[in-house]
């Protein structure tokens, strides 16, 4: 049974930092595309960035580029999602995907088989 726990989320002030971490289980990590979403209250659930298994290939929205950093740990099978410069607007319920086929264009687009149940985070102004 394949199982994504994210950890690290919180309540932090804007202009702050926070990391994210999902544990995964049951899938063979290191071929498997991963990836962040998130969705924030009254909205869809939006695309926030993936990495290739292998970790070379990343991809970030927009919203997100130079502040977010999206890194993975195929010996620990973890994949981490470092933010910086927290805003307000990034407030929402966070969730780690993946692709077990290893196509990062799958998780960007959010047909990723696997997902976790998310993991809270709150920016204050």
């Known amino acids: 049974q394949v199982q994504l726990v994210e950890s690290g989320g919180g309540l932090v002030q804007a202009g702050g930092s926070l990391r994210l971490s999902c544990a995964a289980s049951?899938?063979?990590?290191?071929?498997?595309?991963m990836g962040w979403f998130r969705q924030a209250p009254g909205k869809e659930r939006e695309f926030v960035a993936a990495?290739?298994?292998?970790?070379?290939?990343?991809n970030y929205a927009d919203s997100v580029k130079g502040r977010f950093t999206i890194s993975r740990d195929n010996a620990k099978n973890t994949v981490s999602l470092q933010m910086n410069s927290l805003k307000p607007e990034d407030t929402a319920v966070y969730y780690c995907?993946?692709?077990?086929?290893?196509?990062?264009?799958?998780?960007?687009?959010?047909?990723?088989?696997?997902w976790g149940k998310g993991t809270l985070l709150t920016v204050s102004s």
């Open positions: 995907t993946g692709d077990r086929w290893g196509h990062v264009w799958s998780v960007v687009a959010g047909t990723g088989l696997y």
């Open positions: 049951g899938l063979t990590f290191s071929t498997s595309a």
């Open positions: 990495i290739s298994r292998t970790g070379i290939t990343t």
